[in-house]
């Protein structure tokens, strides 16, 4: 009798290479490692090995990061070279923005109290010497399973959102808030401590109104989580991209990918852009919680660049997210993601009159999605064709998901702006 497949998972570990390399041996139970490689704390790079079940020596260790990342370590020493022997430079990483300017972070919830628990330890334990709020809204007050958990971090503001979705529990935050810096964050996602400086750092630009992070894997121990890495996952890499500004914006003949700029899982604002009247707060017929499943940051992305500001991705700022860990809960995410991705263009269409989105409607969107089937089918990839079919299913959908979210914010109302 054969002996019993083991389960194809793997690890999520991190090697900083200010330190000397040491070899992995709490691995025997994984298929494969992802090696998420820092600097100094900071995320530069990810490297995979397949360890077969196997400890991974320093050595093999040493060279699966000099194989998949050498031109970045070449980039990444040179620049903290330049930067040591620059008396007016900032520790290798330009302008800093000063520390009497005051932040908030805001992070809504919904009865997800241990996950809750977790990000809040992270938060106050951040290393920044500014002036620092943490507000914490409950999407859901009357499980009562939010407030316990505020009672254990003295200073940390509860504020409550009834109506339920992201974008309203955002927006409460938002306004209720009293930084010049807004951050937004989740409750299923830690950060180190480094996290909230290099996140607000691009701010020392007067013209920068956005700055997001990158999102890495917490674990990847299931299915469900490597497959949603497959599908995309959150993060957007380890590059800092050009300028996206309202220039970037407009040479776009299709529509502009704004859903590949980041996320308000890690992502930080300019206060101000919320009184803006050409921008203003999340578009809450948008987001999870609402028919139409997510988008509502994407919208304001969106926004902020038609009016000419700028957009800032840091990926020194990084955070770790817990991804769903069942297929079901998988299926549900990738159908609200679609929904809401349709949501989204049909929103510039209509309220914008940006023809650009029939582009990506009519022609973009189903052409992908044959493709990735043809290419599935070819067995040139993991990620399944039943997945691919969810989100077509999610797309078709996106019409009446955003009639009913309308009809639904009508009804309950918007959220006032800043008195």
Known sequence: MSAP???????????????????LTDVRDFRSVQIFVLWDGRAIGSA????HYQPISAARLREAISSWLFGKLLKTML??????????GSSGDGARLPVDIPVSIVV?????PDGLRQCLRCLVAQASPRPVEIVVVDNHPASGLTPPVIAEFPGVVLVQEERRGLAYARNKGFL???GAIVVATDDDVTMPPTWLEDLVAPFADPEVMVVTGNVLPRELDTTAQQLFESYGGLGRGFESFRVVDGKWFR???AAVPTWKLGGTANAAFRATIFDHPNIGLLDEALGAGMPTGCSEDTYLFYKVLKASYTIVYEPAAYVWHKHRRDMAALRRQIYDYSKGHVAYHLTTLLRDRDLRALVR???ELPWAHLWRIWTRIRRKGPYPVSLILTEIAGNLNGPWALFQARRLVRRQGLSRGRA
Do not use: K, M
């Open 5 to 23: 497949a083991r389960p194809s998972t793997v690890a999520v570990r991190t090697v900083d290479l200010r330190d000397s390399v040491q070899p």
């Open 48 to 51: 995979w090995i397949d360890n």
């Open 108 to 112: 809504a919830t919904r009865d997800r």
């Open 79 to 88: 620049a903290r070279e330049l930067a040591s022997n620059d008396p007016g």
């Open 361 to 363: 409607l009519g022609y």
């Open 251 to 253: 040479r776009f003949r």
């Open 176 to 178: 209720a808030s009293r």
